[in-house]
T-cell receptor, first 114, second 115 residues
Framework: DQQVKQNSPSLSVQEGRISILNCDYTNSMFDYFLWYKKYPAEGPTFLISISSIKDKNEDGRFTVFLNKSAKHLSLHIVPSQPGDSAVYFCAASSSGGSNYKLTFGKGTLLTVNP | GAVVSQHPSRVICKSGTSVKIECRSLDFQATTMFWYRQFPKQSLMLMATSNEGSKATYEQGVEKDKFLINHASLTLSTLTVTSAHPEDSSFYIC???????????FGDGTRLSIL
């Protein structure tokens, strides 16, 4: 039973445009959410996180939106750059901080075309 | 920033061999580290939580006698795949974190191939 779902296995976007990656979760105990970026043969790199007490967090070109009632979050990348091409994983935890286990989605492969 | 180092990056060995993977936090102390496994085109699946100075906590379905975890210091956790078989071939990744309100940071993973 997938508690964190990324229903789009891939997304293709033109350089300069907005990339929107979506994530849904089913476990209402989740209250901390993260996005990681992963290149082949490397470990995931942390991008941005959001606590359930917020509905938006922004860091440069990256913004994460959280809709608790819909159990949905999304990552917006504006403007998209070719170097953003990678697999993006959504992850969730039932507690904030790094000492609690993460549940991951299957990832979305983002391709940004020049 | 925080760095997690994982070694080796790739292992190819014969069936029946035991393989040890190391995970080190390079510039911080980690009381808790995590071991994940990833199959192709799948999500990262948590195998176990490694606690410094105590026994690891294994997720349901993970054989603790098969995947031995030792967290001997605040900067090192090891995962030993004992008597590895082809079905153990996978990508193994460790992570560690700085604590409350901080994200986990991941190593670069170990590609294990059992022939």
């Amino acid at each position: 039973d997938q508690q964190v779902k990324q229903n789009s296995p891939s997304l293709s976007v033109q350089e300069g445009r907005i990339s929107i990656l979506n994530c849904d979760y089913t476990n209402s105990m989740f209250d901390y959410f993260l996005w990681y970026k992963k290149y082949p043969a490397e470990g995931p790199t942390f991008l941005i996180s959001i606590s359930s007490i917020k509905d938006k967090n922004e860091d440069g070109r990256f913004t994460v939106f959280l809709n608790k009632s819909a159990k949905h979050l999304s990552l917006h990348i504006v403007p998209s750059q070719p170097g953003d091409s990678a697999v993006y994983f959504c992850a969730a935890s039932s507690s904030g901080g790094s000492n609690y286990k993460l549940t991951f989605g299957k990832g979305t492969l983002l391709t940004v075309n020049p | 920033g925080a760095v997690v180092s994982q070694h080796p990056s790739r292992v190819i060995c014969k069936s029946g061999t035991s393989v040890k993977i190391e995970c080190r936090s390079l510039d911080f102390q980690a009381t808790t580290m995590f071991w994940y496994r990833q199959f192709p085109k799948q999500s990262l699946m948590l195998m176990a939580t490694s606690n410094e100075g105590s026994k690891a906590t294994y997720e349901q379905g993970v054989e603790k006698d098969k995947f031995l975890i030792n967290h001997a210091s605040l900067t090192l956790s090891t995962l030993t795949v004992t008597s590895a078989h082809p079905e153990d071939s996978s990508f193994y990744i460790c992570s560690a974190g700085l604590g409350e309100d901080q994200p986990q940071h991941f190593g670069d993973g170990t590609r294990l191939s059992i022939l």
